[in-house]
């Protein structure tokens, strides 16, 4: 234990949610059964939108009678990637920092995390804010005037907030939000639309396909490559000098 407390002081693991975490993109997919996903998402993409008004434009969709309860039931029901608990704990017990970072929303994270006991792990998220008879409202409370990448809390504020200079910067994701703070990454895991990105934009990434790659990589790779990516290190120094 001593040894590995040691090898690994420097790591920190921040995780995706949607997608990554939980099998299914939970965020887009209560939107699409209980409101309106198009054409937002596309303008999103496109360009046509930006991140803050497309979700505060999704949140206005949501039917009437979907409320914070509704919303923790339907999250119930989703599944999670069957290696990232103990993933997580093997994070814990080796003393390797973790948190989950996210551009969804605490209402349906936490009740996941807490029905897979791993309510401790920190949660970097938006916000539902709400009120009865109306559409909930969006909070972002991690957004960033400085930064144009496609999520609203953002993830590389995250990062450089909750680490040390020092640190060596580990994330795993999957998505469109998730290509900024990559590049402000040095071990990055990648899978889906992340994975297309860091191949097109040669950013150097392990593939996985469930938490057991990414545990295995984890324990046998990683505490011999432990150290800051330079072009990742240069990045977060201009991030932390324009913030």
Known sequence: MDDNIKKFKELYFFIDFDGT??????????????GEFEPYHTDLIEGRLKINDYWHSLCRTLKPEVDEETIKQYAMECEVD?????????????NINISVISDGFD?????VLER???EWLPVYSNKMIFKKGHNPVPYFPNASESCNCLCASCKRNV?????????????VGDGYSDFCVAEHSDIIFAKNALAAYCNEHKLPHYPFS?????????????PKKLKIRNQAGLLRKKAYEIE
């Open 21 to 34: 975490i939980t099998k299914l993109d939970i965020g887009d997919d209560l939107f699409k059964k209980f």
């Open 82 to 94: 069957p290696y990232f608990v103990s993933f997580a704990n093997y994070c814990r017990s080796e």
């Open 107 to 111: 209402s349906y994270i936490s009740p």
């Open 116 to 118: 897979e006991k791993l």
């Open 159 to 171: 990062v450089l907030n909750a680490t040390p200079e020092d640190a060596v910067i580990a994330f």
């Open 210 to 222: 469930t938490f057991f790659d990414v545990l295995r990589i984890t324990k046998s790779v990683l």
